[in-house]
DNA sequence: GTGGATGCAAACTCTTTGCACCTTG
DNA sequence: CAAGGTGCAAAGAGTTTGCATCCAC
């Protein structure tokens, strides 16, 4: 079905590069190092087609334009074929630094809080986000808060 | 400064009707009741001073358009706009409906969550969202996913 | 009467889609 | 060669802004 196109692969192998989270912007930016024509069209209907793959998740949090990373896929390359439809278990938070707008993966969840819901409701999930600096933007003189790396 | 129009009071009291976390469009469908003209640019102006004002708090959740919500202001109008840092800050977390759509205040926080984030991080503020149903959608069936109430 | 507020339309950001052309298998 | 992908441009949602008009003060 999906065909290997230079620009599927510029466009997945720009996770690699980055290794973080990143908005189809940075995702184009990191492509075009491979294929430098490749439009941002392109990088919005490869990542649709990696979201429907199961390749990689959307991100997105409050007030900012969404982001996609590499999926964790447990144990799709152990010759499990069968693809249970839903991957289990993408429960991620992030934390999102305001120093230089970067977006990084927590690895650890506080766990369920369905006590904070009123009475009656049924809670299925739960997201949360962390704002502040990062190890660099902490290093890089803590009160910079604001202004964005470009 | 501010103009005491029909506008400004038809955006106002869209949130005493509804009680709730109001997206730009329905705040719009309330502000239409009382003055049937007011356009939606105008809504957002107002709504842009009420936020400067302090009035009202945008409400960002994730893949969401922003909301907005009455601010708690504790004792403004008091004149001892000095408090003991207690809750000077409108730190709310959400629950989000999956049935209806619509978005709830919760009253509780689950705290500091500090330890979440890598070693060097510094966490400056943290946000949750709820997902689920609200009570009246487990009431009425729970999978009555999709419809808005009117 | 004057200046801030309004309504409309256009602009802007982020994302999706229609269409003619090109590439992969 | 044909199915499918690509680039460009235009369309959409959500939000902001320029401008002539209007109305609260």
Redesign the pocket.
Known sequence: ????????NAVFSAFSDAGRVL???EILAHAREI?P??????V???V??LLADGEIAKVELPGE??RYEVACKPDEAHGHSHHDGEEADHHHHYFHCSGCGQVFLLHACPGPMDDLAPQGFQVQSHEVTLHGLCASCVGAGGKAGGHKAH
């Not at 079905?1 to 599927?8: A, G, I, W």
């Not at 024509?37 to 392109?42: H, K, N, Q, R, V």
């Open positions: 079905m999906q065909r290997l196109t230079r620009q599927r908005t189809a912007p294929v024509e490749i439009s941002l069209s392109t919005y209907r490869q649709s087609a334009p969404a």
